[in-house]
């Protein structure tokens, strides 16, 4: 677990901005009939104007500069020719490296008009992500924040995703310690200032369990079910957790 300098973090404030206006921008440009290769596209475009590198890309053999999940996909969804359609909703996952550090952070967005069950996920997520926040302070445990999540999305009758978490940013986009969107309150690492994480619940609108596709990549709910995504990269400060990846 590497606590970051001033420096350091000061480095991440701009990776993370720059996350943070991609993901802005393709509020706009998210509409029915747009394809999933052009949103990466446009974020790769922003990505680079900004002298930042697509921190997906080639990751492990990765293919693209974003994941685009659509529906029952979780993360991980590959752009490719698929046409979104009013109704669906698409999670976007974006990462850039500036100066040698790592931003990192996803959306859910609707595509047009959605169900009402679509946008309630959609809201849980985002809303779970706070709920955690409100524990990422010096002294908490780790898993203060997971417990947080989880008790968040059940209560409000969705999953949280088991074999898939958070983790710890800076040089590296994913470092120690691992992030669980779920987890027993008071345990875990003790929390300390300077520490830089990427919190993510992905939660369904059915059961928890996921499985990867034939691509080696797409995570797709076993059941079918709806799945929406919520990420950002945070620094714990003395006054308290900071969103590096948020305008
Ligand atoms: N935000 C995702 C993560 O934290 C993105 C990784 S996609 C990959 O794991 F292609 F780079 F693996
Ligand atoms: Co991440």
């Not at 520490?195 to 990549?217: F, Q």
């Not at 945070?234 to 900071?242: D, F, K, L, Q, R």
Request: hydrophobic share 35%; net charge negative; aromatic share 8%.
């Amino acid at each position: 677990m590497y606590i970051k300098s001033d420096r350091e973090i000061e480095l991440m404030r701009t990776a993370g901005k720059i996350v943070a206006e991609v993901l802005e921008k393709l509020k706009e440009v998210i509409q029915p009939g747009i394809t999933t290769k052009e949103i990466d596209q446009l974020a790769e475009e922003y990505i680079r104007k900004n002298k930042a590198i697509p921190a997906f890309l080639g990751y492990g053999g990765y293919p693209a500069s974003v994941c685009t999940s659509v529906n029952e996909e979780v993360v991980h969804g590959i752009p490719g020719s698929r046409v979104l359609e009013d109704g669906d909703i698409i999670g976007v996952d974006v990462g850039a490296f500036y100066e040698g550090y790592c931003g990192d952070a996803a959306r859910t967005y609707e595509v047009g008009s959605c169900s009402d069950i679509a946008k309630r996920l959609i809201k849980v997520a985002e809303e779970s992500f706070f709920a955690g926040l409100e524990y990422a302070y010096e002294g908490n445990r780790l898993y203060d924040i997971s417990h947080a999540i989880q008790t968040h999305v059940e209560s409000n009758g969705f999953s949280v995703v088991r074999s898939l978490v958070g983790h710890g940013i800076g040089k590296n986009m994913h470092e120690d310690p691992q992030v669980p969107n779920y987890g027993l309150p008071h345990r875990g690492p003790r929390l300390m200032a300077g520490l830089t994480l990427a919190i993510e619940p992905m939660i369904n609108a059915g059961k928890h369990n996921v499985r990867t596709l034939s691509d080696g990549w797409t995570v797709v709910t076993s059941d079918g079910s709806l799945s929406a995504h919520y990420e950002n990269t945070i620094v714990i400060t003395v006054n308290g957790p900071e969103i590096l990846t948020r305008l």
